[in-house]
């Protein structure tokens, strides 16, 4: 059975950090593209980041470009986003996912495996 796994959120404070950590089981994903994305309540799932298949190509979302770091070590068969100077619009469940293709992509469709989410909130 195919997993992926988020864990790392919590509550921070404005201007603060977290990891958030997503592990994989059931197959390895080191050919696939994956991703975060996130949804608020009262809102969309929206795209976060995405890494290539082997690390070398990021994408990021306009409104975390600068702020979070998207890494993945495919010999533990797992991704890291690095969030800093956290703002109180970052709130929302955090989702990992694995897409269909080894390049990078903001587009919901092309993530075949997702995550249950890990509920990231940052008070003002």
């Known amino acids: 059975q195919v997993q992926l796994v988020e864990s790392g959120g919590g509550l921070v404070q404005a201007g603060g950090s977290l990891r958030l950590s997503c592990a994989a089981s059931?197959?390895?994903?080191?050919?696939?593209?994956m991703g975060w994305f996130r949804q608020a309540p009262g809102k969309e799932r929206e795209f976060v980041a995405t890494i290539s298949w082997r690390g070398f190509t990021t994408y990021y979302a306009t409104s975390v470009q600068g702020r979070f770091i998207i890494s993945r070590n495919n010999a533990k068969n797992t991704m890291t986003l690095q969030m800093n100077s956290l703002k109180p619009e970052d709130t929302a469940v955090y989702y990992c996912a694995a897409a269909r293709i080894s390049s990078t992509t903001a587009e919901a469709y092309e993530y075949v495996y997702w995550g249950l989410g890990t509920q990231v909130t940052v008070s003002s």
């Open positions: 059931g197959r390895t994903f080191s050919s696939n593209a």
